[in-house]
């Protein structure tokens, strides 16, 4: 028998490289698409050179800059301002020791990108005329980003324990962080609801709907599969009729009608009632998207369980559930950005959250009519965070792929 | 009642001390579809019974209802003394001490190996955790999987996962192992890794109920060999007998094909 000798090992062919060959094969591989991208490419440069004009020189920046406080924090008094930075400390501070705790067993925390992008921030935070009265503090929480994403990395490599504490801090940040805007406790002074608002509303009433629908939209979709008929026809009750209601009903509920019917002393406060009303709300999407990833679930799985000897809730808790949670990541941060855009529905029933803020400034003779620049301002604003959101769900399924 | 030509690589001998018996099982799938039609079968410990029969007979269905996956309507099982009933805490204890393999592994993909292994044990049997893997670790090296035992289930090969499938079960301590055709879903050549584990494991003296259609196997270990038709068991016989000289028609039918 003759031996075959095996090839040797080769590297795969280089790729063909250089932005040259990459045009050539993405943009102009035949007429047709040649003929596109040129179209494309026209429109997109008419109409970004368009947008570039306008920014730089039609378009009258002081609706945004005159009111930069109002939008960030609405009628929260100025002089309780420093409680926000400290805020908004704490939050830098913890994201950036998560960072570095989760990614304590990367090579490098500041790859190229990430210096990049930080770069690029200190560089806004200090270049844009917006934020210059505060760059000094924004610079500062840039750094601090940066230091304590360095102390996360070294402490995670010590004390890999220390992820499962995460969201504890977090925990801890949001309820000093609800003390700090509202005071109390005879340390603080106190700051009425009434003046709480603009992007800190939002964000709250965002954070903490968001925490709050998560559990009970799967406690829906659990009920809705459970083979009690009074809790599943309670659950299918809950969601259909939820769903059939549009979420300003729901609102308008919350915000007008309630206090109709109860006195003023036993009334939640406005913001808990629009808190509630979203997460009325949410919850009954949340569930179906819960119970689609459920489905996903094959039925080996939860037999393979049972015959090991697990009970039913130990089933559910240990094998079905983290199945289902991370096939439905897409669907659920869906629903967590739509909650976040859906505060807005409250600045028509009066509650002056970023966009009742921005109105609230429009209502001012002197920015008659400048609606353009408030609402980019604010869609900006509104736009990163839910970019961050879908960011986060990005990686969130990278890291939990188990199948390579 | 066990031939001692059969069985004559196991160390241990079968003794005769029924830990499953199953008398006139009946069954019906969704109140119109009689799946088994009144099936009887005592397995005696130690004992490694081979269930044969053409696709769709109920074999699946069968043994499945030895660890409650399926609840029957008829007859009586009953397994190392504990009858299966409707009373959950029997069902649990039984699952506690029956083990299954599946066709199609069932591993949970979102733990790793060793944390697939070791669930069962923590959370059921409630082993402190190094004992637990401690235990893992040397099913996985008898199954030969030692070095993969922190990879993900997606990341090893058929065989491989069928082999972990194998340790999961077995990490329970089971009394009896249940294996519902555990090699159809591999390519043929991993088929004999996981029959080499099953060989093992007979030699060591388990109670084994194995749906397969793999002859080999079947001859070397098996004590019995059943044959299930249209719900209902057709033969029994050692598999000298059965597939040298098989008594029964629908028998004969089944070897032609499959031989
Ligand atoms: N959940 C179910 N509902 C209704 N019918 C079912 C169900 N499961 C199985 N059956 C039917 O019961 C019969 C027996 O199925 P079973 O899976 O036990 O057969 P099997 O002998 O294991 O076949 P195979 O060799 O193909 O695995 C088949 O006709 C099947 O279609
Ligand atoms: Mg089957």
Known sequence: MTSITPPAATRPPIAQTGPLAWARKNLFSDWFNSILTVVVASVLLWSGWGLVTWIFSKAQWPVVENNLGFMMTGLYPQAQYWRMWIIMGLIVTLSGLSWGILGRNQQYLFGRSVLIGIGAIAAAVILFPLTRPHSPILFGMVALTVATAWVGQQAGKRLPALSNWLAAGWFLVYIASIWLIGGGLGILAPVRTENWGGLVLTLLMAVTGIALCFPFGIALAIGRRSELPIVQSLSVAYIELVRGVPLITILVMGQVMIPLFLPEGVRPDRILRAIIALTIFSSAYLAENVRAGLQSVPRGQSEASVSLGLNKPLTLILIVLPQALKTAIPAIVGQFISLFQDTTLLAPLGLLELLGMANTALSNPNYLGRYAEAYAFIGVLYWFFCYAMALGSRKLEQQLNTTH | ?259
Request: aromatic fraction near 6%; charged fraction near 25%.
């Open chain 2, 1 to 259: 009642m066990t031939q001692p030509q059969a069985g004559t690589m196991r160390d241990s001998q079968p003794v005769n001390e029924p830990v499953i018996i199953a008398q006139d099982v009946e069954k019906w799938y969704d109140n119109n579809f009689h799946v088994l039609r009144g099936v009887s079968l005592t397995v005696n410990k130690g004992e490694v019974v081979v269930v044969m029969g053409p696709s769709g007979s109920g074999k699946s269905t069968f043994i499945r209802t030895f660890n409650a996956l399926e609840p029957y309507q008829k007859g009586t099982i009953d397994i190392d003394g504990i009858r299966i009933s409707h009373d959950l805490k029997n069902i649990e204890t039984i699952r506690r001490e029956v083990g299954m393999v599946f066709q199609q592994f069932n591993l949970f993909p979102h733990l790793t190996v060793l944390k697939n292994v070791t669930l069962a044990p923590i959370w059921v049997r409630r082993w402190p955790k190094a004992k637990a893997e401690e235990v893992a670790m040397t099913l996985l090296e008898r199954v030969g999987i030692l070095e993969q035992a922190n990879k993900y289930p997606g990341q090893l090969s058929g065989g491989q996962q069928q082999r972990v499938a194998i340790a999961r079960a077995l990490a329970m301590q089971p009394k009896i192992m249940l294996f519902d055709e555990p090699t159809s879903a591999l390519d043929p050549e991993m088929v004999r890794e996981v029959l080499d584990a099953m060989r093992t494991l007979a030699a060591e003296g388990m109670t084994m109920v194995c749906v397969t259609h793999e002859v080999g196997f079947a001859r070397e270990v098996a004590d019995r060999v059943v044959l299930m038709a249209d719900g209902v068991l057709v033969e029994e016989a050692t598999p000298e007998e059965f597939f040298n000289n098989p008594k029964e028609e629908r028998s004969r039918k089944f070897l032609s094909q499959i031989l």
